[in-house]
C-alpha cells in the first residue's frame, strides 16, 4: 500500500524567518518560489555561502537585531531603529551605547527578572498545591 504524500511547501517569507534572514537580503531565486520541507532541512543542515553570509553579516531581520542587542522589537522602534541593520552597524549601537539602547536594555532586564520572579512564585504554587 502506498500512500500519496504532497510535499509541504512554505512561503519564501516563512523559510526566511525560521531562518532568521532578512527575506530582500536573500538570492532571487530563494525569493521567487516555494520552500519545501527537504529544502528547508537541507538549508538548516548544510548552509549554503549566501545563508552563512547573511547570517553573520545582514543584514538581519529586527527580531535578530533585537536579540543580539538585548532589546524588545518595541524598543528597537522606540529607539528609531525601524530597518533591518548589519552585523557592523549592531557592533557600532553596543560601541556607542546610546542613551535609547541602555534605557531600553534595563527595561528588558527589569522583564525578565519579574518574569523569572512569576515563574518562581508559580512553582511554590504547584508545589504546595500537591
Do not use: C, N
Request: hydrophobic share 35%.
Amino acid at each position: 500500500m502506498t500512500s500519496d504524500q504532497t510535499t509541504q511547501a512554505m512561503k519564501p517569507a516563512t523559510a526566511a524567518k525560521k531562518l532568521g534572514i532578512y527575506l530582500e537580503a536573500a538570492p532571487a531565486e530563494f525569493r521567487a518560489g516555494s520552500v519545501s520541507r527537504a529544502e528547508f532541512h537541507a538549508l538548516q543542515a548544510d548552509p549554503p555561502q549566501w545563508l552563512r553570509d547573511l547570517r553573520r553579516d545582514g543584514p538581519h531581520p529586527r527580531p535578530v537585531v533585537a536579540a543580539k542587542l538585548g532589546v524588545s522589537i518595541s524598543g528597537l522602534a522606540r529607539g528609531g531603529i525601524t530597518e533591518p541593520l548589519t552585523t557592523e552597524q549592531i557592533d557600532a549601537l553596543k560601541q556607542e551605547q546610546p542613551e535609547w539602547l541602555r534605557a531600553e536594555r534595563a527595561t528588558q532586564a527589569g522583564v525578565r527578572k519579574e518574569s523569572a520572579r512569576l515563574k518562581e512564585r508559580q512553582r511554590e504554587r504547584s508545589s504546595a498545591a500537591r
